[in-house]
């Protein structure tokens, strides 16, 4: 079983930045892509930004320009950079690996941007 292990949110004001990080417990056989996903209170949880094994990387829309999205192999982290935070990104955070047949999640880390 693979841990995801997510560190980095926390409370910001509008227009700030944080880092977010996802370290896996170990190398995650057949990855397909790792991300990062968010869930506001009373929405559902949405896609925020994708990277697969090779390197291509997605965007919602809402962060796109905003946010990036990055990974080393080490064994299989993943990063999110974000700035110019707003206070409709509050929400957590959750990492997610993708593989053939299987997927983990990690446990999410609070985001709370103020105005």
């Known amino acids: 079983q693979v841990q995801l292990v997510e560190s980095g949110g926390g409370l910001v004001q509008a227009g700030g930045s944080l880092r977010l990080s996802c370290a896996a417990s170990r190398r995650i056989l057949l990855l397909v892509a790792m991300g990062w996903y968010r869930q506001a209170p009373g929405k559902e949880r949405e896609l925020v930004a994708r990277?697969?094994?090779?390197?291509?990387?997605t965007y919602a829309d809402s962060v796109k320009g905003r946010f990036t999205v990055s990974k080393d192999d080490a064994p299989n982290n993943v990063y999110l950079q974000m700035n110019s935070l707003q206070p409709e990104d509050t929400a957590v955070y959750y990492c997610?690996?993708?593989?053939?047949?299987?997927?983990?999640w990690g446990q999410g880390t609070q985001v709370t941007v103020s105005s």
């Open positions: 997610r690996a993708e593989a053939i047949g299987y997927n983990f």
């Open positions: 990277i697969t094994a090779s390197g291509s990387s």
